[in-house]
């Protein structure tokens, strides 16, 4: 059974980066044709789409957030990470690593695995 768990500080300054890595346990971040994302929810709205990490090592990010966000991987630990540069309090949210065969589809329902996601607060 393949689990995914979120970790990192639950509380970042306003400028700093924020850094979040999810381990996957049970399966492979290479296994062919797997997309690794990184999704969000600020409180009272809905699922965000942050990036993904491919089966390849190839990255996808939602334009929006693009120069700011950053996905990388370590394949020997099976994690990949998320780096989101100059926060401010609007990137307050609940953090989700999922995993499936898609990537870009901010619903629970296009995972195959999804992180019990962990609270980020911007504050100064």
């Known amino acids: 059974q393949v689990q995914l768990q979120e970790s990192g500080p639950g509380l970042v300054k306003p400028s700093q980066t924020l850094s979040l890595t999810c381990t996957v346990s049970g399966g492979s971040i290479t296994t062919n044709d797997y997309y690794w994302s990184w999704i969000r929810q600020p409180p009272g709205k809905g699922l965000e789409w942050m990036g993904a990490i491919a089966y390849s090592g190839s990255t996808y990010y939602n334009p929006s957030l693009k120069s700011r966000t950053s996905i990388s991987r370590d394949t020997s630990k099976n994690q990949f990470t998320l780096q989101l540069s100059s926060v401010t309090p609007e990137d307050t949210a609940v953090y989700y690593c999922?995993?499936?065969?898609?990537?870009?589809?901010?619903?629970?329902?296009?995972?195959?695995?999804w992180g019990q996601g962990t609270q980020v607060t911007v504050s100064s």
């Open positions: 999922g995993g499936g065969t898609g990537w870009g589809i901010p619903s629970r329902r296009a995972y195959d695995y």
